[in-house]
């Protein structure tokens, strides 16, 4: 029997190609929480003793670190759904017959895709009117809210992607339901 199927030495290359676009916004939220961890605790050191060394506090720690929490996490999902990262509960999931759970997989994929586009297009809704009427935040910085509504703007279209690129994968043959798929850190 005659497969319609991409020929095994394509579509490796072409999951690990559209994987790229999903790896560097997952490191790049790795090297964010480290980043964080070590802005966060400067500023309570020269909050505590700053004065006494000379060292100067941001005042703008709260802001800062609630955008760069915000990237990283939102950024961060699409990777840790194609690396398996996401907490899956499997109670009843491993004693179904391998259709089925090729048939759950996909629909947990759509779901999410679905979740995510929908969060996705409201919040690209709020940057355009951010941008529209030049909001800012009430803060010290000031900063134009289109900047951090856009952060997860692209977080949640990451992850809609990401959940749309697996139930394909899943259902052309290219992973399987069984683990964790996609592209290995």
Known sequence: ???????????????????????????LAGALYMLLAFFVTYDVLARKWGSDVGLPTTRVTDEISGYMLALAA????????????????DVVFPYLARRVRTAVDVL???LMAA???????????????SLENDMRSSTYMLTPLY???????????????????????????????????????
């Not at 199927?5 to 999903?22: E, G, I, K, M, Q």
């Not at 939102?74 to 509960?89: D, E, I, K, N």
């Open 1 to 27: 029997m005659n497969e319609t199927r991409p020929s095994p030495t394509r579509t490796p290359a072409l999951a690990r190609a559209v994987d790229l676009v999903f790896i560097w916004p997952g490191y």
């Open 74 to 89: 939102t950024w961060g999902s699409a990777f840790a759904l194609r690396t398996g990262g996401h907490v899956r509960v």
């Open 108 to 110: 947990a994929q759509v």
């Open 115 to 129: 979740f995510a586009s929908l969060i996705s297009w409201k919040i690209w809704s709020l940057v355009a009117d």
């Open 147 to 185: 900047i951090p509504q856009g952060i997860l703007g692209v977080g949640f279209s990451l992850l809609a992607l990401a959940a749309v690129f697996t139930a394909v994968a899943i259902l052309a043959g290219w992973e399987s339901s069984e683990g964790s798929a996609g592209p290995q850190a």
